[in-house]
């Protein structure tokens, strides 16, 4: 299945000519093939071209489609997806709303047609309606029950994990969400509660995100960023540690899928930032492999006097923080609460239209 979709994809319309409406639907069961190409069609626009609004609203439209289709349906629906394949669906949702946000936000240069277009389809990537989602995802299959006896040495029994969690499109896409969940609180900048959605989470080599690398790093990414931003350093330091040994024993495993390796890159630099940053406010040893890499990306500001190595530090968290999607007069806050090294919790803001 997988192989037919990339079939499609190479020899179809990814090029963006229209391609996603040549191909017609004549069976009712080629429907969530359908879905699921118009799903890598979207996620190519975005990752190779520039989307318009109308892409931006047609990939919404089309998530939900999915989405109901794993949700509305009475007993388990009968297709398996890989793994990775399923994270990359759950991660790239959340990506594309943080993406529509931070276009909503750049009011000035957005012209009258897309102004007109984007008080038509308001309904389209609204913080409640993704979280829902995400949340309803997560129910459908008993995820957290599921960790908790995993937790305890217990069985997954259909008791636990319900009809649906015996599944493992049902058990790994519950299981990824809760990862969607943690970055989308941390994007809106409720870091409790970002921290909550995976407290039955083991951070163990062994466990659910293993299996899908970019998810393992992107979990312990966002936990310890929002450990580091309600001030429980230590938390952070023993999460980036782990984590960066992982990145770099597993490194040339990355460099070999180009695809992956930049922001494989990105968010292991992003996490070196943040251990130096949470190493000055809680001195605690480092393993040595850890410090090398520090030094040799942090050397000026390990280096420097104390207070120079703070303002140098300051300055560097200020390019390692996620790229947070808050519209009109909620930036201005952020940057000021920023320097002043204090956490935001703007989330009653926007989920009051604020």
């Known amino acids: 299945f997988l192989q037919n979709i990339r079939v499609l994809l190479q020899g179809q319309a990814v090029a963006c000519s229209g391609g996603v ?3 017609t639907e004549e069976k009712d069961e080629q429907c969530i093939f359908m879905i699921l190409y118009r799903e890598l069609y979207y996620r190519h626009i975005y990752a190779r071209l520039k989307p318009t609004l109308e892409h931006r609203f047609d990939s919404y439209s089309n998530y939900c489609e999915l989405f109901a289709y794993l949700l509305a349906s009475d007993e388990p629906v009968k297709i398996e997806l890989p793994n990775k394949w399923l994270w990359d669906i759950i991660d790239e949702f959340v990506y594309q709303f943080q993406n529509f946000q931070q276009f909503k936000s750049k009011a000035g240069k957005i012209n009258e047609e897309e102004k007109n277009m984007l008080r038509d389809e308001d309904d389209a990537w609204k913080v409640t309606a993704v979280l829902n989602i995400l949340l309803q995802m997560t129910e459908k299959c008993n995820i957290n029950a599921q960790l ?48 909550s959605c995976i407290e039955h989470v083991a951070f163990k080599d062994k466990d659910m995100m293993s299996l899908v690398p970019a998810c393992q790093i992107t979990a312990n990414y966002y936990a310890g960023f929002a450990y580091f931003m309600i001030r429980k350093y230590a938390n952070t330091i023993q999460l980036y540690q782990n984590i960066l040994g992982y990145v770099q024993r597993t490194k040339q495993f990355f460099q070999n899928r180009s695809f992956q390796a930049e922001d494989i890159n990105k968010k292991n630099d992003q996490m070196l930032a943040l251990l130096a940053i949470s190493s000055y406010f809680c001195p605690l040893r480092l393993d040595e492999s850890v410090n090398i890499q520090i030094k040799e990306k942090h050397s000026e500001k390990s280096d420097a006097s104390p207070a120079r190595r703070y303002d140098r530090l300051r300055r560097a968290l200020l390019y390692r923080l996620p790229q947070v999607p808050l519209p009109g007069r909620f930036r201005e806050l952020i940057i000021a609460l920023r320097q002043q090294w204090t956490p935001w919790t703007p989330a009653a803001g926007l989920q009051d239209g604020g």
């Not at 790994?172 to 921290?195: K, P």
């Open 21 to 23: 409406q040549e191909i």
């Open 148 to 195: 908790l006896a995993i937790e305890a040495g217990e069985p997954i029994t259909e008791e636990i994990a319900g009809e649906f969690g015996m599944k493992p499109i049902y058990t790994m896409t519950g299981f990824f969400s809760l990862v969607g969940l943690l970055r989308l609180y941390c994007l809106l900048g409720d870091y409790h509660m970002a921290l």
